[in-house]
């Protein structure tokens, strides 16, 4: 064995190396976000770290395992919690309208034998998975009123999906945690621009309506400091109303020639008669 | 990682075989058991079987080890010792080192290490230095956890549009402030955690949004609906067991869609127009209140006087008002009644004449 191990340096050196790699992978780490199925010759025999609910993080289950070299291969699959996009599409409502509905689901596999005898990989799993969210969401949607998809109803409709989800899921040993409508959008063309209008149209009827409000307010303002005005006049120039007429003649002569003090008035050319009042004493005949 | 530890012990035997095979030495004792494999279980009992492995063809390599050899023991590399060994102690000083650097950690404040024990999860290391066993065994990934990570959603240049209440759009933008809280849980739990911080976030706000007014969306209640958004996210990453905690939302932007802008700015303009209309009225109505009251207490006080001497006052306001009117006008007095001359117009008025004036004042008399 040493003699020939001294006469063939190279071809041990490459035998021992294959030997190495062959314990090696005899031995697979498990990560704590893998669980794996042991195929032996093509039939499942084991299962590496299977989720289990409520078992924490760091119990048993992840860690070094083993298997028999060649007779078996270790297939991984994916311990966490994966998602599932659903591609946009229509949804119509029970009043005929249309919505572009985008849902996203959660999923974690609980069962990798049976999602291994089922779907082979998890590519092959989310690719089954996606229709089949797709006409559930369409199927569950297609129950209710446009309206109800935006009132906390929806989670309600949301619920149904996942649990209907949940029973085509199981035949994958996959667990639905849940669904989750991601957008929901009016389609593009016609029902977004008629929102647009709508909604351009009841901006304009508030700007009106604003508008309106408040010139009222301005015109019952200005009426009411008119009332109050002729109130405070009449109060005090009711006391005597001969009075009044005199001093407020006096008042309308002053401005009328005068003018107020801010702009001077039209000159004015003034022809008395020798009759007048004012002129009483001037003819010295009044005595 | 085993073609890497197969590259190794592929490496150490081609090393070894020059300078350990003509000197017949063997494994030096103490060696293997300070390599790599020595602590693993794996690969330990290969370890001697390959370092024992000495060819007996001499290469050029032996005499590069060899003149490599020369040039350092004078420089007082190890004296006494075997030549043969400066390799073998080389690369103990190697494993040595490897030793040292995968074993201690050090956690920066703020970071966490989550060591795993042959990919199971054991424990997390806090701040400071943190001993492991070395790498194949324990690997430490570390990771922030103090610091707040922005997830921004919705931009100011594209329109994102969420469906209000009232069947309304508005174009919203937003980010989502998070840290880790529970490292091993963010780590292992979901197999894309940022995406799922915005997928999550993006529903949560299109589900509350979907039932506010699009006023409240806009307006006041904006605070109001990031609280609900952080606590319906928070309350769905719980539910999986992310380990993130949500710090807060903050709505960058909620503005109507670029179609409607105009029709939103309108509103505004109305508004202001409406607040015009009434700050008009009200300062007329006080200018107008105050007239009032000026000239209602102005007649009150000259009526108390008046009151006093009623015929004497009367005379005297009107001797007084026509003085001051006459005074500043052009008078011209007409002796003979009913004898209406010619006036010339043009005469009479100097300057440019207004017939209305002249016509009312030779009716007054």
Do not use: C
Not at chain 1, 150 to 159: A, D
């Amino acid at each position: 064995m040493t003699d020939f191990i001294r006469r063939h340096p190279l071809a041990s050196g490459i035998a021992a190396f294959i030997l190495l790699v062959v314990f090696l992978t005899s031995f697979p780490i498990v990560p704590e976000t893998k669980q794996a199925v042991v195929v032996r010759f093509g039939k499942p025999v084991r299962i590496l770290n299977e989720y289990e609910a409520g078992r924490p993080i760091g119990g048993a289950g992840a860690g070094i395992s083993w298997r028999i070299p060649f007779a078996e291969q270790v297939v991984w699959i994916d311990k966490r919690i994966q998602d599932v996009d659903m591609q946009q599409q229509q949804v119509l409502s029970t009043d005929q309208r249309r919505l572009e509905v985008d849902a996203f689901a959660r999923y974690r596999i609980v069962n990798p034998l049976l999602m291994y005898v089922r779907a082979r990989t998890e590519e092959q799993l989310a690719e089954q998975l996606r229709p089949i969210l797709g006409s559930e969401v369409r199927n569950e949607l297609g129950k209710v009123s446009f309206a109800s998809l935006l009132t906390p109803e929806r989670q309600g409709v949301m619920e149904d999906v996942r649990d209907s989800l949940n029973r085509i899921a199981g035949q994958y040993g996959v667990k639905i945690i849940d669904v989750r409508i991601k957008r929901t959008d009016l389609p593009d063309g016609t029902p977004l621009q008629s929102a647009f209008e709508r909604m351009r149209t009841a901006r304009e009827q508030e700007a009106r309506s604003i508008r309106a409000e408040g010139a009222k307010q301005a015109q019952i303002i200005r009426a009411q400091a008119d009332a109050d005005a002729a109130r405070t006049y009449a109060a005090s120039f009711g006391k005597d109303p001969q009075f009044y007429d005199f001093y407020r003649a006096m008042q309308s002569y002053e401005s009328t020639f005068l003018g107020d003090g801010s702009e001077r008035p039209a000159p004015t050319t003034v022809i008395l008669s020798p009759q007048n009042d004012y002129l009483r004493e001037f003819t010295g005949k009044s005595r | 990682m085993f073609s890497g530890l197969g590259g190794r012990a592929r490496g150490l035997f081609n090393d070894t075989k020059g300078p350990w095979g003509p000197k017949g030495e063997g494994g030096e004792p103490e060696e293997p058991a300070r390599g790599p494999w020595g602590d693993t279980p794996k690969g330990g009992r290969r370890k001697p079987s390959a370092s024992r492995q000495g060819g007996g063809n001499v290469s050029s390599l032996d005499e590069f080890i060899r003149r490599g050899r020369a040039r350092w023991s004078p420089g007082g590399g190890l004296p006494g010792r075997p030549s043969g060994s400066i390799v073998t102690w080389a690369i103990a000083a190697v494993v040595l080192l490897w030793l040292v650097i995968t074993s201690m950690h050090s956690i920066e404040p703020g970071q966490r290490g989550v060591v795993t024990r042959f990919g199971r999860y054991v424990y997390t290391l806090g701040p400071g230095v943190g001993l492991t066993l070395p790498s194949p065994v324990e690997r430490v990934t570390k990771l922030d956890v103090e610091n707040i990570r922005n997830t921004d959603l919705g931009s100011a240049s594209s329109e994102d549009l969420m469906l209000t209440g009232d069947q309304n759009l508005i174009d919203i933008s937003y980010s989502v402030r998070w840290n880790i809280r529970t490292p091993e849980l963010y780590l292992f739990q979901l197999a894309q955690p940022d995406e799922t911080i915005r997928e999550v976030a993006e529903s949560s706000m299109r589900a509350v949004i979907s039932q506010v007014s699009l006023n409240d969306a806009m307006g006041d209640k904006r605070a109001d609906i990031e609280i609900r958004v952080s606590e319906n996210m928070q309350r769905i990453l719980d539910s999986y067991r992310s380990g993130i905690q949500i710090q807060g939302i903050a709505i960058k932007q909620a503005d109507p869609p670029d179609a409607v802008n105009d029709a939103f700015k309108q509103v505004t303009a109305a508004q202001q127009d409406a607040q015009t209309y009434i700050n008009n009225a009200n300062a007329y109505a006080l200018q107008l209140g105050q007239k009032a009251q000026g000239e209602a207490t102005a007649f009150d006080k000259v009526y108390e006087q008046y009151k006093l001497a009623p015929e004497v006052t009367r005379r005297r306001m009107y001797y007084e008002t026509m003085e001051r009117v006459l005074q500043n006008v052009n008078k011209t007095i007409i002796e003979a009644p009913g004898v209406v001359p010619y006036l010339p117009l043009p005469e009479v008025k100097p300057s440019q004449p207004q017939p209305q004036p002249q016509a009312q004042s030779g009716a007054g008399q």
